[in-house]
């Protein structure tokens, strides 16, 4: 039996656990350094190329839900393992695509296979405690959140090295032995017993498929409505069409795949959400934005901007362990938008004539900020969270993260659909300072509740 207080930690079954975990966030930031001199092989612009970005997060958008709900339904550990089966395939297609349309199907492959580590690993994780009747040790659930952060971060730097090393295809080709290192390590996860069989008309319904769908064509309307080069309000009607439609159906689901009825409910958590997709959209902003301009401005090599990416990485693992004990939640989201401000007074700095130095300064400072959001966030979320729904209320939180990532690919494919040069990368600054207000408003009710609090 395991024991939690005194017991050894649980090696074994964390290990696939934390490397299925990590691939999503991995592989979502590797193709940051990767990006410009893949679309050169195939003769893209880097605006064609964001497709590459977006793909990936509009089927991860829908699919974390969805294989957190077959893993409740089947088997946590199978869905688990078809994950890294989808990840296998979509690195075999990856490195050997014949066009630049393979690599899109590749991409949205892996964001299915990628997309079943995180709720599979929790629904494992929360299994396996349970069976002792004791709750998930705060080490073995931060070990989690800090391990993908580490490998989001860290996606610049080994993309960067891969592709010096390998080419493009280096980035595709990591997931086959990671992939391979990971199934062998899942024969420590215990079988789930055999559950009830469904009948289809069952199925259905804790599913949601219409819900499935109807949320899929709204993702898809807003990206297409994102993606045009001028903006055109008639396009505008069947995005707020689909999102009223959506919120109407799942209103009625007993089983619903976006749970409108608890956002409702917590106007406090739903707030939780927007400062998610805001501060989503201005780190994938910068962590594919940046890349791209030292390799296209500056005229570094992918190993090179790898290596201007290694403070940013260091400093926001660093912070991120420095205050994931803290429980000071609006002095973590205070700082971290002060130090988001201060990041896109940084990146306007940004030009052909500035210093390496000034330029190693600034990614000091875009680790730091990327540390303090990721971690208060998260601490926010879960102080937020009704004990009863926690699962549901984390899986939509992944949701609006991935909302930000599509926004900022879907920019970036418009304004460096001609090219990248300074004036272009400033205007990322000033959308990711417009996004950076949404999050100083949202300090004011956090403020009123902390103030509530201490008095």
Not at 25 to 53: D, H, Q, R
Not at 266 to 278: D, E, F, N, Q
Request: proline share 5%; with cysteine; net charge positive.
């Amino acid at each position: 039996m395991l024991s939690i207080k005194k017991g050894p930690f649980p090696y074994k079954f964390m290990l696939p656990i934390l490397l299925g975990t990590m691939m999503n966030p991995l592989n979502s930031t590797m193709l940051a350094t990767a990006l410009i001199p893949l679309c050169n092989s195939f003769g893209k612009s880097v605006g064609e190329g964001a497709i590459l970005v977006t793909s990936l997060y509009v089927t991860s958008t829908i699919a974390q839900p969805l294989m957190g709900r077959l893993a409740d339904i089947f088997s946590a550990k199978k869905i688990n393992t078809f994950g890294f089966i989808l990840v296998l395939v979509a690195a075999l297609i990856g490195m050997f695509a014949p066009g630049f349309s393979w690599l899109v199907v590749s991409r949205i492959i892996l964001g299915l296979g990628t997309s079943a580590a995180y709720p599979s690993a929790m629904a494992l994780i929360n299994k396996k405690y349970a069976e002792v009747q004791q709750p998930v040790p705060g080490n073995i659930l931060g070990l989690v959140g800090i391990s993908a952060q580490v490998s989001m971060i860290l996606g610049p730097v080994l993309g960067g090295l891969l592709t010096q090393w390998l080419g493009w295809k280096g980035i595709f080709f990591i997931n086959i032995p990671w992939v391979i290192i990971a199934i062998y390590l899942s024969s420590a996860i215990p079988n789930d017993p055999v559950k009830e069989q469904l009948s289809r008309s069952a199925l259905v319904k804790k599913l949601d498929i219409p819900g499935i769908l109807i949320f899929t064509l709204f993702l898809l309307s807003m990206l297409f409505l994102l993606i045009q080069h001028t903006f055109t309000w008639q396009l505008m009607i069947p995005v707020l069409a689909l999102l009223l439609l959506m919120i109407l159906w799942e209103r009625g689901q007993e089983n619903p795949f976006i749970d409108v009825r608890l956002l409702a409910s917590k106007p406090s958590l739903l707030l939780v959400y927007i400062r998610a997709l805001a501060t989503s959209y201005i780190l994938y902003t910068m962590l594919y934005g940046f890349p791209q301009w030292l390799e296209g401005v500056r005229h570094f090599d992918p190993a090179q901007t790898g290596l201007f990416m290694l403070p940013d990485s260091i400093v926001a693992i660093a912070t991120g362990l420095l205050i994931s004990n803290s429980k000071k939640l609006f002095a973590q989201n205070f700082l971290g938008v002060i130090f988001m401000l201060i990041t896109c007074g940084g990146i306007f700095m940004l030009n052909t004539e500035i210093s390496i130095f000034m330029i190693v300064v600034i990614t000091v400072i875009m680790g730091i900020a990327e540390g303090l959001n990721l971690i208060a966030n998260q601490s926010l979320l879960n102080a937020e969270a009704p004990l009863a729904q926690k699962g549901v209320s984390f899986g939509l939180y992944r949701t609006f993260a991935y909302l930000g990532a599509i926004l900022s690919g879907s920019q970036l494919k418009v304004v460096f659909h001609t090219g990248i040069t300074d004036q272009k990368f400033h205007i990322l600054s000033f959308t990711a300072l417009a996004s950076c207000m949404v999050l100083v408003i949202l300090l004011i009710p956090l403020w009123r509740r902390h103030r509530s609090y201490a008095s």
